[in-house]
């Protein structure tokens, strides 16, 4: 959510409050497209603590990617034109289109809602933070609504879930947008499922925001080490090409075979001792996928780690502040960190299950009570262990179990936590987990077993009717 505009918002906002501490790295904060070196870690461990906020003013904002499809051309991915096509019909005006080069890339979509697209086509709902859940659902409904108009009129086809079950890597159509010409080449080399991850994925994702430095450590560690159960919970893509993967996250699965530098675990979350500093120090340790300069992508830097950057340069480009705010998009595991705390080990499925996320994450996180218990909770493993987890998790969702974690017993005692924590903070948002009540806590089983089931049954093994109940708009 967070842009390199809305951080220099950030340190305006800081500066207008007289606030005291740190008032050197205040003082001395540099804009975007200043010159930095080595010298600027202190001023990026700052621009962390600027993310906090009082507690009355947290808010939840949801990120919602979903699989376009041409229903008139047997179900082919939609092409960078259909794709931009959709875009434009969400536009109030066409101050709100943004283009890169003569590509459509980006709507503002009203209310402070954007629409971007991901490397596969893959459209993303950037919802506005909102303070209330009911919020959240009704601009959801309002864009669903839409986009589900917009499908009809072009024959399109939306479906929310975590992996696509119908089309090969072959036949995915990328988009012609720069960052993704230059990760393309990068990824390929560092992991084998990289592509499909990047045109073959879709996820759900909560952001939240944090209070003070303890409370940002007790978050940042929750959203980590429970990201493995969050994503059995709602695992949500056993299809690969028509057929059962032998995962009930295939998703999940891609992500581990992508890139280990930025798409596994984050070391700072194995460590009870998180600070901002350690985050910080983690970060300039992950080598760079590129540097933006006049919205021009360049690859000089791709493959250097940003600490090395930071001291050396490159041969075409020198370090700029804005390049920090650019590389910590490009760290890809379970919860990152930006001004806020962005949790996104969920697969993409259906609106309640949407919601039932964003009122999970809110129940164990924005109550302190919810929040101490969910660190007892959360497994805390040494990296192996935590790979290994995530690993079975993949395969086997709530079935998975390891020599220390049973994680459909884990999921219940979450959910559980989670409406707890609701039912102080936001009592009358608890009805947003009656779809985990019911699913997890009741029969045990998350939506990729609901449609395995399905499959083999009344279905007849037609992943069409699997591809027809997924279909969103």
């Not at 003013?57 to 082919?76: H, I, K, N, P, Q």
């Not at 969050?230 to 949500?236: E, R, S």
């Not at 705010?325 to 499925?349: N, S, W, Y």
Request: with cysteine.
């Amino acid at each position: 959510m967070t842009t390199r505009d809305e951080i220099i918002e950030t340190q305006a906002t800081g500066d207008e409050r007289g606030e005291t501490s740190h008032a050197s790295a205040r003082e001395a904060f540099p804009l975007l497209t200043d010159r930095v070196s080595s010298d600027a870690v202190p001023l990026f461990v700052e621009n962390l603590r600027r993310g906090a906020k009082p507690k009355d003013e947290w808010t939840c904002g949801v990120e919602f990617e979903l699989f376009g499809y041409d229903a008139r051309r047997s179900f082919a991915r939609l092409d960078p034109a259909q794709v931009q096509r959709v875009l434009a019909g969400f536009a109030p005006s066409s101050n709100d289109l943004v283009y890169e080069g003569g590509t459509l890339i980006e709507v503002n979509a009203g209310q402070m809602n954007r629409l971007t697209v991901e490397p596969g086509g893959q459209i993303e709902f950037s919802g506005a933070p909102q303070h209330k859940l009911a919020d959240v659902e009704r601009e959801l409904r309002r864009y669903l609504a839409r986009l589900a108009e917009i499908a009809t009129g072009h024959g399109f086809a939306f479906v929310a879930c975590g992996f696509d079950p119908l089309r090969t890597l072959a036949e995915q159509n990328w988009f012609p947008k720069s960052r993704y010409d230059v990760m393309r080449p990068y990824l390929a080399r560092r992991g084998a499922r990289a592509w499909d991850m990047m045109t073959r994925t879709c996820a759900v994702q909560s952001n939240l925001d944090y209070g003070d430095e303890e409370d940002l450590r007790k978050k940042f560690l929750v959203g980590n080490r429970l990201a493995p159960v969050v994503t059995a919970v709602f695992a949500n893509s056993p299809f690969q090409e028509g057929k059962p993967s032998g995962y009930k996250s295939t998703r999940a699965a891609a992500w581990l075979d992508t890139d280990a530098d930025r798409a596994l675990i984050s070391p700072p979350a194995l460590d009870d001792e998180f600070t901002p500093e350690r985050f910080v120090a983690y970060a300039l340790d992950v080598p760079m996928l590129f540097a933006q300069r006049d919205s021009i992508y360049l690859d000089a830097p791709t493959g250097t780690r940003f600490g090395d950057f930071l001291a050396r340069g490159s041969a075409a480009v020198a370090p700029v502040f804005g390049d920090w705010a650019d590389h910590l998009t490009t760290i890809f595991t379970d919860a990152r960190l930006k001004q806020h705390i962005e949790l996104r080990a969920a697969d993409c499925g259906s609106l309640d299950d949407a919601l039932a996320l964003q009122a999970l994450w809110k129940g164990l996180l924005y109550d302190q009570t919810a929040r101490d218990e969910a660190l007892r909770l959360a497994p805390r493993l040494a990296q192996a262990e935590a790979i290994e987890l995530r690993e079975q998790v993949a395969r086997d969702a709530l079935e998975a179990r390891t020599a220390s974690v049973n994680v459909k017993a884990l999921a219940r005692e979450t959910v559980a936590l989670a409406e707890e924590g609701l039912r102080r903070c936001a009592p009358d948002e608890a009805h947003y987990l009656d779809a985990l009540r019911s699913r997890v806590c009741g029969e045990g089983v998350s939506p990729a077993d609901v449609l395995l089931r399905n499959f083999a049954g009344r279905w007849h093994g037609s992943v069409a009717r699997a591809v027809e109940y997924l279909r969103i708009a």
